[in-house]
Structure formats: structure tokens, C-alpha cells
């Protein structure tokens, strides 16, 4: 939606304007850097101050994780007195591209093409450079009790370890359902689709005590061995 004032927005007495946006590489692996530099001209009479806003936006096509178009990442203020041309540079590490991953409780670089942008505000892109990040390490998922059904069963690894204990409760509910038309009522006949967002303690606590805390704390040292 369009906004009248975008945040980054400012006015001045000067009239600034961009020239030559350049990066020292386009590929990098998260434990590097990228300096980014960009001129900055004053093209008025009038000495001034400009903010030079630099942003990231992700450009990975068929990406599971849901980011802002772009993100502030960086920004210095600078003096030019009139007619002043000044390089702005920047230099960008892993935090600039990372975000929070809760599937491995850390910071992490999906990996793909990152464009690097030069902003009046975080709707005005003036230049911008696509950079592609690889990160050093594969993505390893981190297990716990939030750990969820649905995505331990799209992990072949994963599930061959977490069916027993699923099965457990499985068994334990079929059971109910067949002497108990509550049971059957409450869980209805898709006990599969029941269980989708269920996570491993939510089934350790609807267990009644089929399952043991220590059971789900020995599946959980499992999946991550």
C-alpha cells in the first residue's frame, strides 16, 4: 500500500543526488564481507546534511521464509558543503543478510542472491548490486518439544526416529476410540489430520500418561544426535 511519507523520509534545503554505487565482489560466503561504497553529491548551494540509507531485499525465487520486501541495514549521515562530492562505504557481514531461524534456535544465510540497495527512504531505490551468499555450513535442524509433527514426518531421518513415539499415542487413541464414542467424536476420523500442527510435548501432555516426560526428552536427544 502507498504511503505518503515512507519510512527513511526526510526533507532539506539541499538538493543531493547519487552517483557510482559499486561493490568490491558478487559472491561471498557467510563468514566474509562486502564493502559497498556509493558517491554522494551536494548538487546545490546550500551546505547540507544527507542520510544515506542502504537496504537489503532478498531475491530468492520459491523461498519458505517470510522476510520484509527489504530491510534498513545500514546508514551514515554526512556533511557536504555546496557542490561537495563524498564516498560513502559500507562494509557487510553475515548480520546483514541472516535472519532468525527457530528451526536451529540461530542466526542463519538462506542461501541465493541478495540485492544490495541504495535508498532515499525504503520505498525510493536509487542503485542497487545483487551479491550471492552461500552459507559455510548446511542447515541443521534443531529439535525440541515445540519440534512439530507435520515437519518431523516431512523428514525422512527425522520420522524414522519420531514414529515410535507418535505411534504410541496413535495406538493409545484408536484404542479409546473403539470403547468410547466421545473419544471418536472428539478426535473424529482423520486422527492424521488431528495431529498436523501438534508438537512433541502437546502429545506428551494428551497422553495421559502413555508417555513419560523422559521418553520425550530421550526421542528429542535422538533427532539431534
Known amino acids: 500500500m502507498p504511503v505518503l511519507f515512507p519510512f527513511g523520509h526526510g526533507l532539506s534545503y539541499s538538493t543531493f543526488t547519487y552517483g557510482l554505487m559499486s561493490c568490491d565482489t558478487d559472491k561471498m560466503k557467510d563468514n566474509e564481507t562486502v564493502e559497498v561504497t556509493v558517491d554522494v553529491i551536494n548538487e546545490s548551494n546550500i551546505p547540507g546534511k544527507e542520510v544515506v540509507q542502504l537496504y537489503i531485499e532478498p531475491d530468492i525465487p520459491n523461498t519458505g521464509v517470510v522476510r520484509a520486501v527489504r530491510e534498513l541495514k545500514a546508514f551514515k549521515k554526512v556533511f557536504l558543503d555546496a557542490r561537495e562530492k563524498k564516498t560513502v562505504s559500507f562494509v557487510l557481514d553475515k548480520s546483514a543478510f541472516a535472519y532468525y531461524d527457530t528451526g536451529i534456535s540461530d542466526w542463519y544465510v538462506e ?15 536509487i542503485a542497487y548490486k545483487t551479491v550471492n551468499v552461500t552459507p559455510r555450513k548446511p542447515r541443521k535442524t534443531v529439535y525440541n518439544e515445540n519440534s512439530v509433527y507435520k515437519d518431523l514426518k516431512e523428514n525422512r531421518t527425522a520420522w524414522k526416529i519420531a514414529k515410535p513415539y507418535f505411534d504410541k499415542y496413535i495406538s493409545d487413541v484408536i484404542g479409546k476410540q473403539n470403547g468410547d464414542d466421545a473419544a471418536k467424536e472428539a478426535f473424529g476420523p482423520d486422527l492424521e489430520l488431528f495431529l ?11 497422553s495421559g500418561g502413555k508417555i513419560t516426560y523422559s521418553e520425550m526428552r530421550e526421542l528429542i536427544d535422538k533427532l539431534n544426535g
Open 111 to 125: 542461501p541465493g542472491d541478495y540485492k544490495i540497495e541504495i535508498c532515499k527512504n525504503a520505498d525510493d531505490v
Open 196 to 206: 498436523t500442527d501438534s508438537t512433541l510435548r502437546n502429545v506428551l501432555n494428551m
